[in-house]
């Protein structure tokens, strides 16, 4: 038996050839986070089951004699909150993410509700004061018909566009001119406030057939059903809640997005991102449109609510007040915003009733404090205090303002 040879060493890999390209490595591209977390979602549905479960069953079913009856002013005054938070929501997106501040998104709020009104005066028929299948205030100033922008006001289908096309094609051709020439800044916000301004004089007209200084009121029923019933009252209160929510989810949504990076970078800079490729116009008109179409819905919900719409909502005031709520709940933060409507709006509500000499000066005082001490509002307090998530790019991916 032959003795075993000893084993040959294994032969070495031959080396890489110098043209062989390295293989690329692979960019890993951040995914689309979360609409919402866990403690989100549980507020969300919260807020659902209070607005349509808990209130109605308070103010429908509790007997008035009971300490847990929820009153109809208690109601409708929630109503009106709801209304005001959504243009919060919207004057948040144009200015939180956008960083455009308008002082006339009460115009977009009162076109919706003039809309609104036009149907509801419609459907008051002979049950007005003269009688008359034309409303009051044209039979007084001596109208024999009425004028071609009432044409479609008898219809629920037609009347439900105009809420949206009136607001949202005012906002698209002002929108487009102005940022087309690139107005920012003081100057924006001047014009706003007087192109709202100059709205406001010519709805106070009497030949424009809007009402004059009163504007519209005595509303009767909406869709053949009496307005003044405790169940149309909670109809209307419950698609004011609803609609707020659909439009925080759908702000977050978008926001979240790339469209919503792209605003950001616009509010930072705006120079940058053209040098990078990007437009800012069609990003800037977009938001501001929609910023008009919310206004423009929560001004419809409002006017059957209160009972009345005059060219007062188109004041400087109002259009100040919705920066205000802005401001003290947290610009770009979506939520903060709801908050500081329902804030400011109850404490107004409660200080007009107790000293209503003071509530302007207490106002300005606050705005004056938020912007010097809580430049984050309620929710970038909240945020430092509790360590909450309320503003945090980071954490629910909303911009920080």
């Not at 956008?98 to 009104?117: D, K, P, Q, R, T």
């Not at 005066?121 to 205030?137: N, T």
């Not at 009972?307 to 610009?331: F, H, L």
């Amino acid at each position: 038996m032959s003795p075993s040879s000893p084993s040959s060493p294994s032969p070495a890999p031959p080396p890489p050839s110098p043209s062989a390209a390295p293989a690329p490595l692979a960019l890993a591209l951040p995914g689309r986070p979360a609409l919402l977390g866990r403690a989100g979602w549980l507020a969300i549905l919260a807020a659902l089951l209070a607005a349509c479960i808990v209130v109605p069953a308070l103010n429908l079913l509790v007997p008035p004699s009971h300490p847990l009856h929820l009153d109809g002013y208690w109601v409708g005054l929630l109503g009106k909150f709801c209304c005001y938070a959504m243009c919060a929501l919207a004057m948040d997106l144009i200015w939180g993410f956008a960083g455009i501040l308008s002082l006339g998104h009460g115009l977009y709020f009162a076109l919706g509700g003039y809309a609104m009104g036009m149907y509801l005066m419609r459907q008051i028929g002979g049950d007005g004061q003269y009688r008359s299948a034309l409303p009051d205030f044209m039979v007084f100033l001596d109208w024999k018909e009425l004028p071609w922008h009432w044409a479609l006001s008898d219809s629920f289908a037609a009347t439900l566009l105009l809420v949206l096309l009136v607001p949202g094609g005012i906002a698209f051709v002002f929108g487009f001119f102005a940022f087309r020439s690139r107005i920012k800044g003081v100057y924006f916000s001047i014009i706003t406030q007087a192109m709202t301004y100059a709205a406001m004089l010519l709805f106070f007209r009497n030949e424009t057939g809007f009402g004059g200084n009163n504007g519209f009121t005595d509303f009767k029923r909406i869709l053949g059903v009496s307005i003044t019933t405790p169940g149309m009252r909670m109809v209307l209160f419950v698609l004011s809640a609803l609609a707020l929510v659909s439009c925080y989810l759908g702000l977050r949504w978008l926001t979240r997005a790339k469209f919503g990076r792209v605003l950001s970078a616009v509010r930072d800079a705006e120079s940058r991102l053209m040098f990078c490729g990007y437009s800012p116009l069609p990003y800037k008109l977009t938001a501001w449109v929609l910023s008009a179409l919310i206004c423009g819905l929560a001004g419809a919900l409002y006017v059957p609510q209160v009972g009345i719409i005059n060219p007062g909502e188109m004041s400087v005031a109002n259009s100040i007040e919705i920066a205000v709520w802005t401001a003290v709940g947290g610009r770009g933060t979506l939520a903060g915003p709801i908050v500081g409507a329902f804030a400011v709006n109850g404490a107004k509500s409660w200080l007009t009733q107790v000293a209503p000499e003071y509530w302007l000066y207490l106002l300005g005082a606050l705005f004056v404090a938020v912007t010097l001490f809580m430049p984050d509002g309620i929710a970038g307090l909240l945020k430092r205090k509790f360590g909450a998530k309320a503003g945090n790019p980071g954490g629910d991916g909303e911009a920080k303002a």
